[in-house]
């Protein structure tokens, strides 16, 4: 089992910046990607940006790329997100995601609120 709790959503204004975290714990031996998701109201869950176990982001989403930087420390326990020049387009509840290698199986976070105004 893997348990994942984010933190450091919260209200900003348009422009504005946000780092969020997610807090990894449990069984994540072997390689593993972690990723963030965000799902904005009535829209379905989108994948913003994706990381390795070998701390190499892997993917960030077109709309994300040159605001968006995720990163990973302290051994992988720990992943971020730093957002810059936030958009009232990315208000949304961000999800943390880990899934080992070869493992059909998702885990995922509670969810941070993220509201950009404008």
């Known amino acids: 089992q893997v348990q994942l709790v984010e933190s450091g959503g919260g209200l900003v204004q348009s422009g504005g910046s946000l780092r969020l975290s997610c807090a990894a714990s449990?069984?994540?031996?072997?390689?593993?990607?972690m990723a963030w998701y965000r799902q904005r109201p009535g829209k379905q869950r989108e994948l913003v940006a994706r990381?390795?176990?070998?701390?190499?982001?892997?993917y960030v989403d077109s709309a994300a790329q040159g605001r968006f930087t995720i990163s990973s420390a302290d051994y992988k326990n720990t992943m971020f997100l730093l957002m810059n020049h936030l958009e009232p387009e990315d208000t949304a509840v961000y999800y943390c995601?880990?899934?080992?290698?070869?493992?059909?199986?998702?885990?995922w976070g509670q969810g941070t609120q993220v509201t950009v105004s404008s």
């Open positions: 995601n880990f899934r080992a290698l070869g493992s059909p199986v998702d885990y």
């Open positions: 449990g069984s994540r031996s072997g390689f593993n990607t």
């Open positions: 990381i390795n176990s070998l701390g190499s982001a892997t």
